[in-house]
T-cell receptor, first 111, second 114 residues
Framework: GNSVTQMEGPVTLSEEAFLTINCTYT??????LFWYVQYPGEGLQLLLK?????DKGSNKGFEATYRKETTSFHLEKGSVQVSDSAVYFC??????????FGDGTTLTVKP | DTAVSQTPKYLVTQMGNDKSIKCEQN?????MYWYKQDSKKFLKIMFS???????INETVPNRFSPKSPDKAHLNLHINSLELGDSAVYFC?????FGQGNSLAFGSGTRLTVV
């Protein structure tokens, strides 16, 4: 079956630091890949997505590139802010209607 | 306008009680889901409905019974609540079933069974 493995947290960074959260996946075929963000006390929100190999998703300064050769979809941001503190989930949807989520990575950004 | 809204936001109840959570989406999506998030933030799908039809039913105790009166609503009824049912339950929707679409989530219902 499908699976998503993402970098274990928690991750603590200083403001303006560079962020990478690693995500790799196992799936048959060509899944769509997503990053969701969950702020404290809220539901998950779609952050960005990519639907085919070499696509780059981007939003709010975050980027991730769909790498089929390495089955990866790493999340990056060049300069994090305190307001980016949240839990980040990597996910895929392989066409069977059931999204598979990673275990989440908690990011804390300190001023 | 809230896209996916669920009520109540908080639910505290005693073991053995029966409770319901309601969910509505105004996005015109065909597919709706229930997810359970545990205290470690792990997300697990419970059910999925497509145009009112049950499509996904994961290994969930039959004390949990979803109902979809129309494609904009998906409710979750839980009988004989147990301590282990304490979690945050999220409703979600997607444009269509099985086409690689993203999910729109509600803000969650935090259920505490005491």
């Amino acid at each position: 079956g499908n699976s998503v493995t993402q970098m274990e947290g928690p991750v603590t960074l200083s403001e303006e630091a560079f962020l990478t959260i690693n995500c790799t996946y196992t799936a048959t075929g060509y899944p769509s890949l997503f990053w969701y963000v969950q702020y404290p006390g809220e539901g998950l929100q779609l952050l960005l997505k990519a639907t085919k190999a070499d696509d780059k998703g981007s939003n709010k300064g975050f980027e991730a590139t769909y790498r089929k050769e390495t089955t990866s979809f790493h999340l990056e941001k060049g300069s994090v802010q305190v307001s980016d503190s949240a839990v980040y989930f990597c996910a895929l949807e392989g066409g069977a209607g059931k999204s598979t989520f990673g275990d989440g990575t908690t990011l804390t950004v300190k001023p | 306008d809230t896209a996916v809204s669920q009520t109540p936001k908080y639910l505290v109840t005693q073991m053995g009680n029966d409770k319901s959570i309601k969910c509505e989406q105004n996005l015109g999506h065909d597919t709706m889901y229930w997810y359970k998030q545990d205290s470690k933030k792990f997300l697990k799908i419970m059910f999925s409905y497509n145009n009112k039809e049950l499509i996904i039913n994961e290994t969930v105790p039959n004390r949990f019974s979803p109902k979809s009166p129309d494609k904009a609503h998906l409710n979750l009824h839980i009988n004989s609540l147990e301590l282990g049912d304490s979690a945050v339950y999220f409703c979600a929707s997607s444009l269509a079933f099985g086409q690689g679409n993203s999910l729109a989530f509600g803000s969650g219902t935090r259920l505490t069974v005491v």
